[in-house]
């Protein structure tokens, strides 16, 4: 007579196989689609370390694709301040760009360059996130509007009082110096410890008035200015879009710094509506060659 276990074990075997088709189906719903977010960088102007647009969009998608799985978040990443296909935005989420401002001239901003302002535009009325970077930031006044609805604030450089020679001075300012910066109350700021930072910090940024949307981020306390500023800010607008603005992103070694980067990957993940830990989201900074070889 055959043992007992003989005749259970592949009922067993089968039980399991059910149960663990059963968990992974259960799983596959719980988890929600997967989040699209384009990182868009514009062309090289500056000197090495200073404003490394495609340098930074390659270590951000690798920092965001190595937390993907908790994060939901799928990247692509586009050079040279445009993706070929504009139609690849369709589908976004929310889009990253960090690229030259329009104050020298409209056609070096990739947002405003060529037909990219009514691509953007479209994107927007949908309903999808945007997040600007630095010298993203700035936009001429009559632009202005369209800035403040869709990420709560841009650097303006136009409607500033006429300064003693009469020429237009800017509303918004800039300053490089070592400030101490302190996250306020948000999701993206979850695990953000106060911190140090060296940068070119743009500030006096011009936001709505009376603008209940807007929520600073995190303000920085400057050395001539008695309060302190609002270096990053978000919103969360009727159409569903979220937006964030950060002003900082001067140098690329600030990468280096856990607190930056918590900061960043935190607002691009809840830009772009993915799923935000309670102690945000925790990375490594990855060398030239390890991102090389990550994106071969």
Same mark, same amino acid.
């Given at each position: 007579m055959l043992p007992l276990n003989v005749f259970l074990r592949p009922i067993f075997i089968t039980a399991f196989?059910?149960? %663990?088709?059963?968990?992974?189906?259960?799983?596959?719903?719980?988890?929600?689609?997967?989040?699209k977010l384009v990182l868009i960088a514009g062309k090289k102007s500056h000197g090495p370390g200073e404003h490394e647009y495609l340098? @930074?969009?390659?270590?951000?998608?690798?920092?965001?694709?190595?937390?993907?799985?908790?994060?939901?978040i799928t990247t692509e990443i586009h050079a040279n301040g445009w993706p070929s296909d504009p139609s690849t935005l369709d589908n976004a989420d929310?889009?990253?760009?960090?690229?030259?401002?329009?104050?020298?001239?409209? &056609?070096?901003?990739p947002i405003f360059a060529e037909d990219h302002w009514s691509q953007l535009e479209k994107q927007?009325?949908? %309903?999808?996130?945007? +997040?600007?970077?630095?010298?993203?930031?700035f936009a001429p006044a009559t632009y202005g509007p369209a800035f403040q609805k869709w990420v709560g604030g841009y650097f303006d450089y136009e409607s500033g009082k006429p300064g003693a020679s009469g020429n237009q001075? *800017?509303?918004? &300012?800039?300053? @490089?110096?070592? &400030?101490?910066?302190?996250?306020?109350?948000?999701?993206? @700021?979850?695990?953000?410890?106060?911190?140090?930072?060296?940068?070119?910090f743009y500030y006096k940024i011009h936001f709505q008035?009376?603008?209940?949307?807007?929520?600073? +981020?995190?303000m920085a306390q400057l050395?001539?200015?008695?309060?302190?500023?609002? $270096? &990053? *800010?978000? $919103?969360?607008?009727?159409?569903?879009?979220?937006?964030?603005g950060f002003t900082g992103g001067h140098f690329y070694a600030h990468w280096q710094d856990p607190n930056y980067r918590k900061l960043l990957l935190n607002a691009l993940v809840w830009t772009a509506k993915g799923i935000l830990p309670k102690q945000g989201?925790?990375? +490594?900074?990855?060398?030239?060659?390890? +991102?090389d070889a990550y994106l071969k």
């Amino acid at each position: 007579m055959l043992p007992l276990n003989v005749f259970l074990r592949p009922i067993f075997i089968t039980a399991f196989s059910i149960l %663990g088709l059963l968990s992974g189906h259960l799983m596959a719903q719980a988890m929600p689609p997967a989040k699209k977010l384009v990182l868009i960088a514009g062309k090289k102007s500056h000197g090495p370390g200073e404003h490394e647009y495609l340098k @930074t969009v390659r270590l951000l998608k690798v920092m965001l694709d190595r937390t993907s799985q908790s994060t939901g978040i799928t990247t692509e990443i586009h050079a040279n301040g445009w993706p070929s296909d504009p139609s690849t935005l369709d589908n976004a989420d929310a889009i990253f760009i960090y690229a030259d401002g329009s104050d020298f001239n409209l &056609a070096q901003d990739p947002i405003f360059a060529e037909d990219h302002w009514s691509q953007l535009e479209k994107q927007m009325k949908r %309903g999808c996130g945007l +997040v600007l970077m630095h010298y993203s930031t700035f936009a001429p006044a009559t632009y202005g509007p369209a800035f403040q609805k869709w990420v709560g604030g841009y650097f303006d450089y136009e409607s500033g009082k006429p300064g003693a020679s009469g020429n237009q001075a *800017w509303y918004s &300012a800039i300053t @490089t110096e070592t &400030a101490q910066l302190l996250p306020a109350p948000h999701p993206i @700021t979850q695990g953000v410890a106060p911190f140090q930072l060296h940068e070119e910090f743009y500030y006096k940024i011009h936001f709505q008035k009376n603008d209940t949307r807007l929520k600073p +981020v995190l303000m920085a306390q400057l050395s001539k200015i008695e309060n302190p500023q609002t $270096v &990053a *800010w978000a $919103v969360e607008r009727a159409d569903g879009g979220r937006g964030f603005g950060f002003t900082g992103g001067h140098f690329y070694a600030h990468w280096q710094d856990p607190n930056y980067r918590k900061l960043l990957l935190n607002a691009l993940v809840w830009t772009a509506k993915g799923i935000l830990p309670k102690q945000g989201i925790d990375s +490594v900074f990855y060398t030239d060659a390890e +991102v090389d070889a990550y994106l071969k």
